[in-house]
């Protein structure tokens, strides 16, 4: 065992209460969850799953395996069920992966929080590589080459990438351009692809054309996703993984029953439900991608107006800003690395994460924002902000903005 | 990654397929499933806890952390909420435990089929050790001590021992003086006792002296239980743990951090509920306890007919018979191990699992027979086998001992 550390977002989150228990406003953009409330047709199936009280197959019943499997075909990738498992979150199907793939692993810097520790508890090596310039998720196609080669020089087993789009922390979603480049150096490498889609059907831009590195790699790319994004079920603990080919789901499913058995009968019920995708469904899956762009959007502009740089976000609800360009300023005002920055704005009323915490380099000033907690912390605000034609104008959201919006144009004037 | 074969309990499954689709009556004892109805107020609370879609604390609610604090302090165990975890299963948290706690594994011989790849998943050595004469769930005091110091002069590291009462395969549940043995061999030899009292509830005769290893020796044991067994639950995925102080509580709420997350929320709902044992709760469970008591008795009495061997079950669902005494009537019919005798009373219409499969001695003639399987596969046949004064009278269930009778008592006659 390697880490055992608080969280990141836990020392936020105590920061925070800290400040809001004495009275402070804070704007807490650091939590990456959905934040909108359960649509009432899951609820339906949780209680239609209740009978689910057996234990059941360890990559799931056969009903939830085939709409997982008719999920991904609908996303041009055939898939049979026996490729398939479900399982209490994607995090897990991710921890299953690293143990059952030998080699060390490459991540785009920055990535999400959780994939470095999985791969240090399985023993494996982590090798970060940079991201490109057009955006995250994946690490730069040149620079991958270059890193599998040099590790492999000084004797390490460079064999898993991991890839994430819709990215988290950047907000941003890897052209296929990108794809195809990174799926080359795989097979150059020898590499196996992980491609966590768990933000794939919250691309703000119905036309954007999205590739899977499974459409283009199918030999060599797992999968993985879950509900807990695009559906805001973080809590009810959801996932979904594609292996390309049975043995390994095979491996995985062997280790899914030493460690969790099987996902609940009754969230099956809904993942059922879920996966095939009905109408109704995905009428409030494609309006919450559409506000979780105008929110994203809405920070974006802050940034931009502040004489910030950011990549323009383009699924999901993350912001990546980069405050190089006021680094002068900032350094007045004792601010002259992430941490500090983080600091920073936090006394100026916004909560955000470093992008050291992501794997990012600790000296520049980058930093996440999840901008779906702007919606609001009850249904009732929620439901408002998604009723809204433009939910920037509904009060509690303009009024969160404008903080967001003091914070980061001032920022080198205190308060 | 060390164990990647087809469970022995999915074989046999299989197996029983094959023949029930060739017209074959088979009487399933391999599943070590509860096998009853949902108790309608747990499907209440999963309900009442579908808004609960935020990802929350990765130990748990505080009103579920809080719920089964109260649990064990009503079993003589005073618990801080900050000493407990929940996650979906007992077995995630084991895992976990295994992650968190250096040292090699001490097992009961025979002991669940989980505890031994988990151990060696996290790079653990197993130490088996017989159990003693009078009941399973934990090692022989003596041969525990022997086998201690035995491990330790050849370079192992050994520093767990997992207990389990009442005991699977066993069914039998271990007296207070072995478990003050047990404790004062752990004192000795600075050992961590991890007991697993998943089936503790369903102590088949309530006043039943039972003694939990943490009243002994709170410092250095571990308690995992969870709703699988006592409740019927095993597809709900519902576990909870009580570790001797905080900070084992925190490394392992480590690993949940990066494996699982948390508990889904829907199902702490229902372990707030469930752990706080209200009146209606607590006296289906013990009805529950009863019928378990009733069959794992009436299929115990057949073993004893038959002229073999078993340890009277006191909790659970299980009896394991020895056919030692008749070894010399079943080689006349080629059966000379646990395998050989698994196979022919399969033939004989009744599937159970050998105790090489639960680390037993291959060459031994014994088994586990779950005996929860015979209140029938519907949720009406089981109400029927709950309702009745005497279950084994109801026709289906007295249908199925006449078929394990049998089977059992006419070892050597083929058929």
Known sequence: MVIR??????????????????????????FGEARLPVFPGLVERLVAGASRNSYGPVPGHPGVLRAVAGYFGRRALPTDPEQVIVAPGSKALLMALQFVVPGDVLLPAPCWVTYAPQALEAGKEVIPVPIPAECGGVPDPDALREAVRAARARG???????LTAPDNPTGTTATPDLVRRICAVAEEEDLLLVSDEIYRDLVHDPGFEYLSPAEVAPSRTVVVTGLSKSLALGGWRIGAARFPAVPMRQDVASVASEVWSTLAGPLQEVAEYAFDEPAELVARRDADARLHGALARAVQDIVVKSGALSRPPTGGFYVYPDFEPLRAQLARHGVVDGASLQDHLLTRGVAVLAGEHFGDDPGALRFRAATSVLYGNTAELQQEAMAAADPTTVPHVADALAVIERAFTEPGSGR
């Open 5 to 30: 550390k608080i969280s990141p977002n836990l020392a936020l989150d105590h920061q925070v209460s800290l400040r809001q228990a004495a009275g402070e406003r804070i704007v807490h953009l650091g």
């Open 156 to 162: 390490a087993n460079p064999r898993i990438v991991i």
